[in-house]
């Protein structure tokens, strides 16, 4: 490779930066500036804004990122394996095996412990309230 | 020093260190926690750009994906589930300054030490024809085959314990009660 | 690399600016007509003929609008995130393939020039990169607005497009191992030719499972609906655009088309073949013509499908959408990868045992 190949994404870059930034800009020239406070404050359907927005975030969230990172990896050696699998052949394909299975491993686990679980609480909350048969939950 | 000038190539590698070097010194002296994980990612990017120069598209590209993409997210959410705050944090700044600054410049030493004894003006040479990709892919899967396989179990040891701090399974007492809870 | 193939790359990058941003207005448009056709209304038909211009119109007076800035946001990233966004938008383009190269004579040495930004030999990594990058202005522009819809907005975008991000990786592995490259020239290279004569040898019909998980990731990669939960506008006003107005709206606005546009070409490239397709032993321009031609059809009718399945499913609920991503489309593009591995690796290389 040489850097050559870089020079569009590098023009590319450029160009977007200074179409964004011209057309942002136009935009503030051409358009009114009549600031009110009802204008200036955090839209919410009309209601006066309470409660600053820095409530915590459920926990999953964090887990959902954690096995991305996993999965991201995971993609990152399979590509690199799978542009050689001609020549690596039968041994390639097992040890990526090993490899995968213990990702699907890693999956399962994660599933059986619930963190791929999102709203069991009020669904479970729901069927005790309405009387619903406990299928939904196999 | 003339013949250094004159190769562009090196124009951008001063840039880019230049780059990395301040958006490093910015993630550990800014006052928001947000604004530090997002020099954390220009200093990444740029870095990305280092290993471009150096012709490792495909590790330039990993990182890009994997520590941009996924990890530096991974940071945000941690943020996002502790707290979201807008503003800057005055307990952010940590009062030691001079013992810190001195650790970095030791660690800068060690590091940019043992890379010129190891390598000095040895010229790298590659290991055979084909991309970056391909070479890597033959290595991972032949001579490094089994710190390949051990990396998955890293992964699955990482994610359990991740799990075991983050989610405390809830006792079948606990369940009950939470049960209860709900009829009621 | 002399002044000409600078002036060549200028010319490229020109063109594909231009492209993206008239592909922009047309998908506006075609898709407010589609989608009013589906619900038996006539959609804009008063700004230029069949109401064409209806895009252009919209983007003018944004223009005009008041770019209002709300007094609890943190200036510097909420300005920042409308650049943002587009940027991953325009870039990712440049990788892709539009048709085949031809030659051209400038300053006295002939050139080929390619029908492609850059011929990167990690193109399909850059393409996921790329794409990864797209969270970034979602969750900035949540974080900064320093309001509750738009954070709650930015957070559910990011979760979900790692979530389908993983699957979308998982089911291009095949596509890898198919082409045994990841630049995007290659893996188009490795689709042409039939089987049989009459079969075209895209990757769709050997692994019409990865195309399918891949369609659905893409959709909600683009947060189209049914996975457009990060702007449900019931439940969280805007979403994480809420706090945007003007052209800064403008710019999320035309960067979720360019989006739709770009994923519509990658999966058209990657699985329908690109654009390979019959020539008729024609000869000349019309032989360079046709390629294109092709490419757009197909990157079309997949847009098409992306308006069709917007105009009739609802939208997920949040359950839903992680449950199809993990429990779904990332088993399912896991095991198929194996599957896939081992039935090509058995006609390859004979039996493990031999």
Redesign the interface.
């Given at each position: 490779?040489n850097l050559?190949?870089?020079?569009?994404?590098a023009?590319?870059?450029l160009?977007?930066?200074v179409?964004?930034?011209a057309?942002?800009g136009?935009?503030?020239l051409?358009?009114?500036?009549?600031?009110t406070p009802e204008?200036?404050?955090?839209?919410?359907?009309g209601i006066v804004?309470e409660?600053e927005?820095s409530q915590r975030?459920p926990v999953k969230?964090y887990l959902?990122?954690m096995?991305?990172v996993i999965?991201?990896i995971?993609?990152?050696f399979?590509?690199a394996?799978?542009?050689?699998?001609?020549e690596l052949?039968?041994f390639g394909?097992a040890a990526?095996?090993i490899f995968?299975a213990l990702?699907?491993e890693t999956?399962g686990y994660v599933?059986k412990r619930g963190a791929?679980?999102?709203?069991i609480p009020r669904?479970a909350r729901y069927r005790l309230s309405h009387d619903v048969a406990d299928e939904e939950a196999a | 020093m003339s013949d250094w000038f004159s190769e562009p190539a090196n124009w951008v590698f001063l840039v880019l260190a230049l780059v990395i070097a301040v958006s490093a010194v910015r993630v550990v002296t800014s006052t928001n926690v947000?604004h530090s994980a997002?020099f954390l990612?220009l200093a990444l990017g740029a870095t990305a750009g280092l290993f471009l120069l150096l012709s490792a598209?495909?590790v330039a590209?990993?990182l890009?994906?994997v520590y941009?993409?996924?990890v530096i997210?991974l940071f945000?959410?941690g943020i996002?589930i502790t707290r979201?705050p807008?503003?800057p944090n005055v307990e952010m700044d940590h009062r030691p300054r001079a013992p810190a600054a001195m650790a970095a410049f030791l660690m800068f030493i060690v590091t940019a030490g043992s890379g010129l004894t190891a390598f000095g003006d040895q010229e790298i040479t590659r290991l055979g024809d084909g991309?970056?990709?391909e070479l890597i892919g033959e290595q991972l899967l032949q001579r490094f085959v089994i710190p390949f396989e051990v990396v998955s179990f890293v992964l699955l040891a990482a994610l359990i314990g991740g799990i075991t701090l983050a989610r405390r399974d809830a006792s079948p007492a606990e369940e009950e009660a939470t049960e209860e809870e709900v009829q009621a | 690399?002399d002044g000409w193939?600078?002036a060549i790359?200028?010319v490229?990058?020109?063109v594909?600016?231009a492209l993206l941003l008239a592909a922009t207005i047309l998908l506006v448009w075609i898709e407010r007509k589609v989608v009013a056709d589906m619900q038996n209304r006539i959609g804009p038909e008063r700004a230029g003929p069949w109401g064409i211009l209806q895009t252009l119109a919209d983007g003018l007076k944004?223009?005009?609008?008041?770019?209002?800035?709300?007094?609890?946001v943190?200036v510097g990233?909420y300005?920042l995130a409308?650049?943002l966004t587009?940027?991953p938008a325009?870039?990712i383009f440049?990788v892709i393939p539009i048709g085949v190269p031809f030659t051209v004579t400038l300053g006295g040495v002939e050139r080929v020039v390619s029908m492609q930004?850059?011929?990167?030999?990690?193109g399909?990594?850059?393409i996921?990169?790329m794409s990864?990058?797209a969270?970034?202005a979602v969750?900035?522009a949540g974080?900064?607005?320093?309001?509750?819809?738009p954070?709650l907005g930015g957070?559910r975008a990011?979760?979900q497009a790692?979530?389908y991000?993983?699957a979308m990786?998982?089911a291009?592995?095949?596509v890898?191992?198919y082409a045994?490259?990841?630049s995007i020239s290659e893996i188009v290279a490795a689709q042409s030719g039939t089987w049989g004569g009459i079969v075209p040898r895209w990757n769709i019909v050997p692994l019409f499972l990865s195309f399918v998980i891949f369609f659905i990731a893409i959709i909600a990669e683009t947060n189209r609906a049914p996975f457009d939960l990060v702007e449900a506008e019931q439940e969280i006003?805007g979403g994480f655009h809420?706090?945007y107005s003007?052209?800064?709206f403008?710019?999320f606005f035309l960067a979720e088309y360019i989006n739709m546009f770009n994923m519509s070409a990658i999966a058209a490239t990657l699985f329908l073949g690109g654009w390979n397709g019959p020539t008729f032993g024609l000869t000349g321009f019309v032989s360079w013509l046709l390629p294109i031609i092709y490419f757009f059809i197909k990157t079309f009718v997949l847009i098409f499908i992306f308006m069709w399945v917007r105009a009739t499913l609802p939208r997920f609920?949040?359950?839903q959408l992680?449950?199809l991503g993990?429990?779904r489309l990332?088993?399912a593009a896991?095991l198929w990868?194996?599957l896939s591995?081992?039935v090509?690796?058995w006609r390859?290389?004979g039996a493990?045992w031999t």
């Amino acid at each position: 490779m040489n850097l050559a190949d870089y020079l569009p994404i590098a023009i590319m870059l450029l160009l977007v930066i200074v179409f964004a930034g011209a057309s942002i800009g136009l935009g503030n020239l051409l358009g009114p500036r009549r600031p009110t406070p009802e204008k200036l404050a955090p839209y919410e359907c009309g209601i006066v804004p309470e409660l600053e927005p820095s409530q915590r975030f459920p926990v999953k969230f964090y887990l959902v990122a954690m096995l991305f990172v996993i999965f991201d990896i995971e993609i990152i050696f399979l590509f690199a394996w799978a542009v050689r699998f001609r020549e690596l052949g039968w041994f390639g394909l097992a040890a990526v095996g090993i490899f995968t299975a213990l990702v699907i491993e890693t999956l399962g686990y994660v599933w059986k412990r619930g963190a791929l679980d999102w709203n069991i609480p009020r669904r479970a909350r729901y069927r005790l309230s309405h009387d619903v048969a406990d299928e939904e939950a196999a | 020093m003339s013949d250094w000038f004159s190769e562009p190539a090196n124009w951008v590698f001063l840039v880019l260190a230049l780059v990395i070097a301040v958006s490093a010194v910015r993630v550990v002296t800014s006052t928001n926690v947000v604004h530090s994980a997002l020099f954390l990612v220009l200093a990444l990017g740029a870095t990305a750009g280092l290993f471009l120069l150096l012709s490792a598209e495909f590790v330039a590209w990993v990182l890009v994906l994997v520590y941009i993409g996924a990890v530096i997210v991974l940071f945000l959410f941690g943020i996002m589930i502790t707290r979201a705050p807008t503003g800057p944090n005055v307990e952010m700044d940590h009062r030691p300054r001079a013992p810190a600054a001195m650790a970095a410049f030791l660690m800068f030493i060690v590091t940019a030490g043992s890379g010129l004894t190891a390598f000095g003006d040895q010229e790298i040479t590659r290991l055979g024809d084909g991309t970056s990709t391909e070479l890597i892919g033959e290595q991972l899967l032949q001579r490094f085959v089994i710190p390949f396989e051990v990396v998955s179990f890293v992964l699955l040891a990482a994610l359990i314990g991740g799990i075991t701090l983050a989610r405390r399974d809830a006792s079948p007492a606990e369940e009950e009660a939470t049960e209860e809870e709900v009829q009621a | 690399m002399d002044g000409w193939d600078v002036a060549i790359v200028i010319v490229k990058v020109l063109v594909v600016f231009a492209l993206l941003l008239a592909a922009t207005i047309l998908l506006v448009w075609i898709e407010r007509k589609v989608v009013a056709d589906m619900q038996n209304r006539i959609g804009p038909e008063r700004a230029g003929p069949w109401g064409i211009l209806q895009t252009l119109a919209d983007g003018l007076k944004l223009l005009f609008k008041e770019q209002i800035r709300p007094n609890k946001v943190e200036v510097g990233m909420y300005l920042l995130a409308p650049v943002l966004t587009l940027l991953p938008a325009f870039l990712i383009f440049m990788v892709i393939p539009i048709g085949v190269p031809f030659t051209v004579t400038l300053g006295g040495v002939e050139r080929v020039v390619s029908m492609q930004g850059t011929d990167l030999n990690v193109g399909l990594l850059y393409i996921l990169a790329m794409s990864s990058l797209a969270v970034y202005a979602v969750v900035l522009a949540g974080w900064s607005s320093g309001s509750k819809y738009p954070l709650l907005g930015g957070v559910r975008a990011t979760a979900q497009a790692i979530s389908y991000e993983a699957a979308m990786g998982l089911a291009l592995v095949p596509v890898v191992f198919y082409a045994g490259s990841l630049s995007i020239s290659e893996i188009v290279a490795a689709q042409s030719g039939t089987w049989g004569g009459i079969v075209p040898r895209w990757n769709i019909v050997p692994l019409f499972l990865s195309f399918v998980i891949f369609f659905i990731a893409i959709i909600a990669e683009t947060n189209r609906a049914p996975f457009d939960l990060v702007e449900a506008e019931q439940e969280i006003v805007g979403g994480f655009h809420t706090e945007y107005s003007g052209f800064r709206f403008a710019c999320f606005f035309l960067a979720e088309y360019i989006n739709m546009f770009n994923m519509s070409a990658i999966a058209a490239t990657l699985f329908l073949g690109g654009w390979n397709g019959p020539t008729f032993g024609l000869t000349g321009f019309v032989s360079w013509l046709l390629p294109i031609i092709y490419f757009f059809i197909k990157t079309f009718v997949l847009i098409f499908i992306f308006m069709w399945v917007r105009a009739t499913l609802p939208r997920f609920r949040y359950d839903q959408l992680m449950t199809l991503g993990w429990k779904r489309l990332i088993p399912a593009a896991l095991l198929w990868l194996v599957l896939s591995a081992v039935v090509v690796g058995w006609r390859q290389f004979g039996a493990p045992w031999t």
